[in-house]
């Protein structure tokens, strides 16, 4: 199972990025899915989740009403949609799948999901 992780750059503050993910040699559409990130010095955190059918979804209160994930199975891709972006969302993003699904974001770490992409570099300019 792989996942590519794309869609990383520079932005100033206030501007949009959607980063996708793609997942090859496994059957997408049946794993959830989630995008964490990490910026430098700091921990790997969670950012957003949707469940294997697309109709739930949990954000992380950070980015609540700023950030949405989606995801197209026909594709076996995953998006998330940044908007009114903030120095403080420069970070590594990683999109990761195939775990549980918790409504309430504090339940998400590291250890939820079993496959990772790469990550894509976002930076935002101030």
């Known amino acids: 199972v792989q996942l590519q992780a794309s869609g990383g750059g520079l932005v100033q503050a206030g501007g949009s990025l959607r980063l996708s993910c793609t997942a090859s040699?496994?059957?997408?559409?049946?794993?959830?899915m989630g995008w964490f990130r990490q910026a430098p010095g700091k921990q790997r955190e969670f950012v957003a989740a949707?469940?294997?059918?697309?109709?739930?979804?949990t954000y992380a209160e950070s980015v609540k009403g700023r950030f949405t994930i989606s995801r197209d199975n026909d594709k076996n891709t995953g998006y998330l949609q940044m908007n009114a972006l903030k120095p403080e969302d420069t970070a590594v993003y990683f999109c990761?799948?195939?775990?549980?699904?918790?409504?309430?974001?504090?339940?998400?770490?590291?250890?939820?999901?079993?496959?990772w992409g790469q990550g894509t570099l976002v930076t935002v300019s101030s």
């Open positions: 990761s799948a195939r775990g549980d699904y918790y409504s309430e974001s504090t339940h998400y770490s590291t250890s939820t999901f079993r496959y």
């Open positions: 040699g496994t059957i997408f559409s049946g794993y959830n």
């Open positions: 949707i469940k294997w059918s697309g109709r739930d979804t």
